[in-house]
């Protein structure tokens, strides 16, 4: 074997261990997250109705057998911790990949699944919602409809004879959000008693979850998620530039529309279910670059992978640190990304000899 076959598949190895260690760690932090709570429930109990509920779902007939659990213990691991971290699961993974393509897309890392002011249209959504007092149903499906349409205008705003220059489509984006986020700013002026309801949305959090959310964000997520991983090889490509990805046979528009939709896709279906949380998007993908380096088919399913278990960490420190209230998980996201991403900027600067 030569040196460069034994460099890959050195390579290789490290490829194959560093995947299995993020699967076994999103295993664990999600049964992690299960056995955590305000109520004390034993880990073998958590199990045995997880498990239990697993068989009923595959074969409802065994609901009738008796269950050595008190009912209240099977509603809290049921109906409360698990679409829980299910959802945070999902967002994770959405915020995550969705900051990793837009990332690629405008070739600048301090790009994040907000840019094109998504959150400002959803928090607007949401926040209409709250004031109007319409059902609590609507609140998710207005967050979702302005954030779509956000990207729609900004898309349209930055058109230019048949392309989208990216650099437009960024001061697009800024000039939408900030107009959205004046409307936001209203609606608190406005709000009167439902002021609270609106702030606490806006940090961010999980505490509202439930499966009825799991279900609205699963398929969109999941859909767009696997859209992008398709696309990995063209977004390399484009990394190259416009000129150089279309002689090597990348029709650069259609994929960048693409893209775009598919990441506003997965950021407006994490945003709608759990409010504005910040940093996921912005600092996994940086994390995962330095760990598998920058080909995105590698790096997008790393980012999914560490965005998930991230999430899920942070929630769970949030809802145990001042048990049985709990901090908004968009608090203790800025609390630790903030700090982080000022260390990867001085580290970057010191790279660059700024």
Same mark, same amino acid.
């Given at each position: 074997m030569n040196r460069v076959d034994e460099l890959y598949s050195k390579w290789q190895r490290r490829k194959l261990?560093?995947?299995?260690?993020?699967?076994?760690?999103?295993?664990a932090v999600v049964l992690g997250a299960v056995l955590i709570g305000p109520v004390a429930i034993g880990p073998g109990t958590v199990l045995r109705i997880s498990a239990y509920q697993l068989?009923?779902?595959?074969?409802?007939?065994?609901?009738?057998?008796?269950?050595?659990?008190?009912?209240?213990?099977?509603?809290?691991?049921?109906?409360?911790?698990?679409?829980?971290?299910?959802?945070?699961?999902?967002?994770g993974m959405a915020l995550s990949i969705a900051g990793c393509t837009m990332q690629g897309l405008f070739r600048n890392p301090l790009?994040?699944?907000?840019?094109?002011?998504?959150?400002?249209?959803? !928090?607007?959504?949401?926040?209409? *919602? +709250? /004031?109007?007092? %319409?059902?609590?149903?609507?609140?998710p499906a207005l967050a979702f409809a302005f954030a779509l349409l956000t990207v729609f205008i900004v898309y349209r705003?930055?058109?230019?004879?048949?392309?989208?220059?990216?650099e437009t489509l960024l001061l697009a984006g800024l000039a939408v959000g900030s107009f959205f986020s004046a409307l936001v700013s209203?609606?608190?002026?406005? !709000?009167?008693?439902?002021?609270? *309801? +609106? /702030?606490?949305? %806006?940090?961010?959090?999980?505490?509202?979850?439930?499966?009825?959310?799991?279900?609205?964000?699963?398929a969109p997520i999941l859909l767009g998620t696997g859209g992008i991983f398709l696309l990995s090889r063209d977004l390399d490509l484009l990394l190259l530039g416009d000129e150089q990805a279309r002689a090597l046979g990348v029709e650069t528009e259609r994929v960048k529309r693409t893209l775009l939709a598919l990441a506003s896709l997965v950021t407006a279906s994490a945003v709608c279910v759990s409010g504005v949380i910040g940093f996921i998007g912005l600092i996994v993908p940086h994390l995962m670059r330095i760990l598998v380096g920058p080909?995105?088919?590698?790096?997008?399913?790393?980012?999914?992978?560490?965005?998930a278990m991230l999430l899920i960490c942070t929630d769970t420190l949030a809802r145990a640190v001042i048990q049985p209230t709990e901090i908004p998980v968009g608090?203790?996201?800025?609390?630790?990304?903030?700090?982080?991403?000022?260390?990867?900027?001085?580290?970057?600067?010191?790279?660059?000899?700024w």
């Open positions: 261990l560093i995947f299995a260690s993020l699967a076994f760690g999103l295993v068989l009923c779902w595959l074969r409802p007939g065994l609901r009738s057998l008796p269950r050595p659990w008190p009912s209240s213990h099977e509603i809290i691991v049921v109906d409360v911790r698990w679409p829980r971290v299910i959802l945070g699961m999902l967002v790009a994040s699944p907000y840019t094109l002011g998504i959150a400002s249209g959803a !928090a607007f959504g949401a926040a209409l *919602s +709250i /004031v109007l007092e %319409l059902p609590s149903y609507t609140l705003i930055a058109t230019a004879r048949g392309g989208v220059p990216m209203f609606m608190l002026y406005i !709000a009167g008693e439902k002021l609270a *309801s +609106i /702030v606490f949305w %806006l940090m961010g959090g999980l505490w509202a979850s439930d499966w009825d959310k799991v279900f609205i964000a699963l080909g995105h088919r590698l790096l997008l399913p790393a980012s999914c992978l560490v965005g608090i203790i996201t800025a609390l630790l990304g903030a700090p982080f991403f000022v260390y990867l900027l001085s580290r970057r600067k010191r790279l660059l000899e």
